[in-house]
C-alpha cells in the first residue's frame, strides 16, 4: 500500500460492528506507482527469505521460485512471471485488492488463476503482517504454482471449495482447515527430514525457524480427516503441523468425493489445535511452552 495508489476498502456496518468489504474485482497491478520504499521492502522480505529457506524449504519450492527469476532488485511484474506460469502449469496471476469472499477465490483457483494482493506491506510490519500481502502471495504462493502435481492440487481445492459452498457452513470449516495446515503451513518429509512448502510459513522468517526447530509445536503425520477436525490459529505460531511424504500423497488423499466425508465430520467435535491423538503417527509431541490457553479458530 503506498501514498500515490491507495487501497480503497470500505466499510459496512453489520451486527458485528463495521466490516471492511473488500473490492472483488481483478486489478491490474500499477507497478509504476510502487514506492522506492515498496520496493526496499520487497528487497529486505525476498533476501532475508532467501536465507532463513536455505535447507529448511523443500525442493520444489527453492529449485521453482529460481525458475521464475524473482530478484530483490524490484517488485516482480505479474506479467513477467505470468509468462514463464502460462508455459509451465497454465496458471495465471491476477492481482486483488486483498482478500476476497469464499466462493470468489474458489472460482479463481478452479479456473487455474491465482490472486495476487498487489500492495506490499509497511517498513513496520517487515515482521508481522496479519493480513496477506503482496510478499506472502507472491513469494510464498506463487513457486508451487509451477509443480504440476501442486498446481492440480490447487485447482482441485477450488472446485472442492465451489462444492462445499453448495453443501454448507460446515463443509466450508472443514475444507478450509485442510488449506490451512496444507497450503498454508505444511511441512514435507524429504531425505528423512522435515522440510517446509506451507506459504505462511515461507514468508515469515520467525515461522520458518519455529515450525521446525522449535521444541514447542507437534509435528504429525497427514491425515485427511483429523486435519479437517482440527482448530488452527491464526494469530500466534500454529501449535501442530502437519506433515506430508510427498505432494502425491496429498492429491491422491483428496482425490475421492468429499461429500460422505462432510456428513461423517458433521457429527464429531472438533479437535483443538494442539492436541495430540491417539491414533496419530507423531514426529514430535510439542512441548507447548508458550502456547496461548485459548483463541483456536
Ligand atoms: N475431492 C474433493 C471433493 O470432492 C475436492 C478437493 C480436492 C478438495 C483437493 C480439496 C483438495 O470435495
Ligand atoms: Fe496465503
Redesign the pocket.
Same mark, same amino acid.
Given at each position: 500500500m503506498n501514498a500515490s495508489a491507495p487501497r480503497r476498502v470500505e466499510h459496512q456496518q453489520t451486527d458485528k460492528g463495521y466490516v471492511p468489504v473488500y473490492t472483488t474485482a481483478v486489478v491490474e497491478q500499477p507497478w509504476s506507482s510502487y514506492s522506492r520504499t515498496d520496493h526496499e521492502t520487497w528487497a529486505t522480505l525476498f533476501e532475508r527469505q532467501r536465507e532463513v529457506l536455505k535447507g529448511r524449504a523443500c525442493r520444489e519450492f527453492i529449485e521453482n521460485q529460481q525458475r521464475f527469476g524473482m530478484t530483490p532488485d524490484a517488485i516482480p511484474r505479474f506479467d513477467e512471471l505470468n509468462a514463464v506460469l502460462a508455459k509451465a502449469t497454465g496458471w495465471e496471476l491476477v492481482g486483488v485488492e486483498g482478500l476476497l469472499p469464499e466462493l470468489t477465490f474458489f472460482d479463481h483457483l478452479a479456473n487455474r488463476r491465482f490472486p495476487v494482493t498487489w500492495w506490499i506491506r509497511k517498513p513496520e510490519q517487515i515482521d508481522y503482517i496479519a493480513e496477506p500481502d503482496l510478499f506472502h502471495d507472491l513469494f510464498g504462493h506463487v513457486p508451487l504454482l509451477l509443480n504440476p502435481v501442486f498446481a492440480d492440487?490447487m485447482q #482441485?481445492?477450488g &472446485? !472442492? !471449495?465451489v462444492? #462445499?459452498h453448495g453443501i454448507g457452513a460446515q463443509a466450508l470449516v472443514n $475444507?478450509t482447515r $485442510?488449506y490451512w495446515y496444507t497450503v498454508e503451513f505444511g511441512l514435507i518429509r524429504q531425505d528423512g527430514a522435515l522440510r517446509i512448502y506451507g506459504s505462511g510459513i515461507v514468508s515469515s522468517k520467525g515461522e520458518s525457524i519455529h515450525c521446525l526447530e522449535s521444541a514447542a509445536p507437534n509435528r504429525i503425520g497427514f491425515d485427511l480427516a483429523r486435519i479437517m477436525r482440527t482448530r488452527y490459529r491464526i494469530d500466534t505460531y500454529q501449535k501442530t503441523y502437519f506433515v506430508i511424504d510427498s505432494f502425491d500423497q496429498l492429491?491422491d488423499a =483428496? &482425490?475421492?468425493?468429499? =461429500?460422505p466425508l462432510y456428513a461423517e465430520l458433521a457429527a464429531q467435535e472438533s479437535v483443538p489445535a494442539g492436541d495430540v491423538l491417539a491414533s496419530d503417527r507423531v514426529f514430535q509431541r510439542g512441548s507447548g511452552e508458550g502456547w496461548a490457553q485459548d483463541g483456536d479458530v
Open positions: 492440487y #482441485a481445492y &472446485r !472442492g !471449495g462444492k #462445499a $475444507l $485442510l492429491i =483428496t &482425490r475421492p468425493d468429499f =461429500t
